[in-house]
């Protein structure tokens, strides 16, 4: 430290926020530079998934039993979530501007936007 720091007497923190950390201070020798990432293929060998059973999901059996939770219900339109549907249409909307919208589509785009979502779609 400096003569006059000293002669001060002045309790000074050792890290300073401004200045810039160098790299021997952040890792001394001997030490890890931190947690490294695993690949795949470490993970698979690491953990024995052929010893599991077949219906249990981990990374590599991706099928799994469907969802307990309710399906969210989108609008048809803008992909927002959609608290309100038009009787007369069936689709999903998120407000009034795209119910006006949803008003005012033809019968066939009515019907496509059914088609998309997988509704039931009613060809006249």
């Known amino acids: 430290m400096e003569a006059e720091v000293l002669e001060a007497e002045l309790v000074l923190p050792t890290y300073l926020s401004f200045k810039r950390v160098q790299m021997y201070e952040k890792y001394p020798k001997g030490q890890s530079r931190g947690r490294h990432w695993k690949h795949l293929k470490q993970i698979l060998q690491a953990e024995n998934y052929r010893n599991y059973p077949p219906d249990e999901?981990?990374?590599?059996?991706?099928?799994?039993?469907?969802?307990?939770?309710?399906?969210?219900?989108?609008?048809?339109?803008?992909?927002?979530?959609?608290?309100?549907?038009?009787?007369?249409?069936?689709?999903?909307?998120?407000?009034?501007?795209?119910?006006?919208?949803?008003?005012?589509?033809?019968?066939?785009?009515?019907?496509?936007?059914?088609?998309?979502r997988n509704a039931a779609v009613v060809l006249k």
Request: charged letters at 20%; aromatic letters at 14%; glycine letters at 2%.
């Open 57 to 116: 999901p981990n990374y590599v059996n991706i099928e799994s039993p469907p969802s307990m939770h309710p399906c969210k219900r989108l609008c048809d339109m803008t992909g927002y979530e959609a608290p309100y549907y038009d009787p007369r249409t069936n689709l999903r909307y998120a407000n009034a501007e795209v119910f006006k919208l949803v008003r005012s589509l033809p019968s066939e785009y009515v019907q496509r936007y059914l088609a998309l």
